[in-house]
């Protein structure tokens, strides 16, 4: 919000501001008070303002004396209202109705138009915003839907695979977080040490091989005649833009993102936002000078007010051009438009192809070349499945107590110090199955699993990869299962 009202002032459009929770409380009460009488026209503020009562009265009392009124209601990235809302924001649910409901009409009866802009939404985001924005079947029909072409002949992509990791046979689930993001870390730096040599190797060649299969796969309106590609005067623009690309001969100060998917931890921002910090997240550990680096993650009831003002601080000295790399979470970035953006790394593949093509998306928006990677790790791990115990235990396989302490000491470990229960992972079923075939627990016991073991599929166990269970941990907090998608997209069409 923040750096959409600097662009639109430096445009001499000066009648907008903006409210978020970084602000003092006078000037809030300042702009919300401008806003009500009409020196401000346009007001740019979070979902959760709509949830303030302060905020609504405010929007529901316009004064009408002047004629004013609201006009529209725009939601920029409207596409978090489906991946956010049911995830960690969930006062997107409500926002439709929170905005047709509070915001004050010249027509006193009538509901205020609703605008979404997104450059990324698929069919089943769109028929869960309708949903959630409780749009009516009429107003889907009367909708204006423009959609157009998201491939960027500009950005190249990467993909970076941790290798020669060493586990033990057994691992708790945070020491194979922990191996795996110093993996990624390293990975990380040594690529950012390469930077403007991997840039430059992007070379004619690479260009036009690339520009090829975009002009001939991606572009709509483009005569598919191969002979003549290279003649095409769009085709010539893109290649020149490419190559006349300035890529600094120092690494170090390529303006970079860094995508995180937590704000903690060895896949995590700063160990600022740790209430035990002990050295483990990519900030820390990112080998760039401090006064070129900073971090970015939304606020939450753990993280002091200090460290998201310091993450303001850096917001604006990252767009200022004062600090060349960003570490951050995916709450960075949404309608930032800084042109000079030449790399963006993932530590993890999103939850969806829709939060990596807008993630990727804030590189190159000067046309000219960036490069987009992602780390991943392969390893597989092995575990017991979660319904496991039950169905055991509804089997009578467990005697006494005992024998159930004994086998879940196989895939889980109580810490004291922290109060948690971590999981064990096994590097392969045998390491399992030897466990279980030595301990002192019932020959049923035994038997039964041992039966359903059919070569490396086994009822009782489930493969684990740390990357998956990450984005799988995201994406089910917004997918709703597959029959409601189905039935979103009948509706979406009928």
């Known amino acids: 919000m923040e750096d959409q009202v600097r662009v639109l002032k430096d445009n001499w459009i000066d009648c907008c501001e903006y409210i978020n929770s970084t602000i003092p409380s006078r000037k809030k009460r300042e702009r919300l008070i401008n806003y009500r009488y009409g020196e401000s026209q346009m007001l740019f503020v979070s979902p959760e303002r709509f949830v303030m009562k302060e905020f609504r009265d405010v929007v529901k009392n316009i004064n009408s004396f002047f004629g004013l009124a609201i006009t529209f209601c725009v939601i920029d990235e409207v596409h978090c209202v489906s991946e956010w809302g049911h995830d960690f924001r969930t006062t997107y649910l409500s926002l439709g109705k929170n905005a047709q409901k509070k915001c004050a009409t010249k027509n006193k009866s009538g509901n205020v138009t609703l605008v979404g802009l997104t450059a990324t939404a698929s069919f089943d985001v769109l028929t869960d915003i309708e949903r959630e924005l409780q749009i009516k079947h009429d107003d889907v029909a009367n909708a ?36 795996i993001g110093k993996c990624k870390q390293v990975l990380i730096n040594d690529s950012i040490n390469e930077l403007t040599n991997i840039l430059k190797s992007i ?53 970079t993102i860094i995508f995180c998917p937590h704000t903690k931890g060895s896949y995590g921002v700063t160990e600022r936002a740790n209430k035990y910090p002990n050295n483990r997240e990519i900030f820390e550990n990112l080998n760039i000078n401090h006064e070129s680096k900073g971090f970015f993650m939304g606020g939450d009831d753990e993280i002091s007010v200090n460290v998201i003002e310091q993450a303001q601080k850096d917001f604006v000295d990252f767009v200022n051009g004062k600090k060349t790399y960003m570490v951050c979470t995916k709450a960075f970035g949404m309608g930032i438009d800084k042109e000079d953006i030449r790399a963006i790394y993932h530590i993890n593949f999103t939850n969806s192809p829709e939060s990596y093509i807008q993630e990727a998306g804030r590189a190159g928006r000067d046309k000219g070349k960036s490069l987009c990677t992602i780390i991943i790790d392969r390893n597989k791990f092995y575990k017991l499945t979660d319904e496991s115990v039950k169905n055991l235990n509804r089997l009578k396989l467990f005697p006494t107590i005992q024998d159930r302490l004994i086998f879940r000491n196989i895939f889980e470990q109580y810490k004291v110090f922290n109060n ?41 166990l489930v493969d684990f990869y740390q990357d998956k269970d990450i984005h799988d941990f995201f994406h089910k907090n917004s997918y709703k299962g597959i029959e409601t998608e189905i039935y979103q997209i009948y509706r979406f069409f009928n």
């Open 203 to 255: 070379d004619e060649t690479t260009i036009d091989t690339s520009l090829k299969q975009h002009f001939t796969e991606f572009e709509i309106n483009f005569e598919k005649q191969e002979s003549d590609i290279k003649k095409n005067p769009d085709y010539i623009k893109t290649k020149n833009k490419l190559l006349d690309t300035a890529i600094s001969d120092n690494s170090k100060d390529i303006t």
């Open 144 to 179: 204006i839907i423009s959609i157009d072409n998201t491939i960027r002949p500009e950005l190249f992509f990467n993909i970076i695979e941790t290798n020669g990791l060493t586990f033990k046979l057994t691992e708790k689930d945070q020491n194979i977080k922990d191996i």
């Open 420 to 460: 948690r229960i971590y999981n064990v992972y096994h590097k392969s079923t045998d390491s399992i199955l030897n466990k279980i075939s030595s301990s002192h627990l019932p020959d049923d016991l035994k038997n039964e699993i041992f039966r359903n073991k059919n070569n490396d599929e086994h009822k009782y």
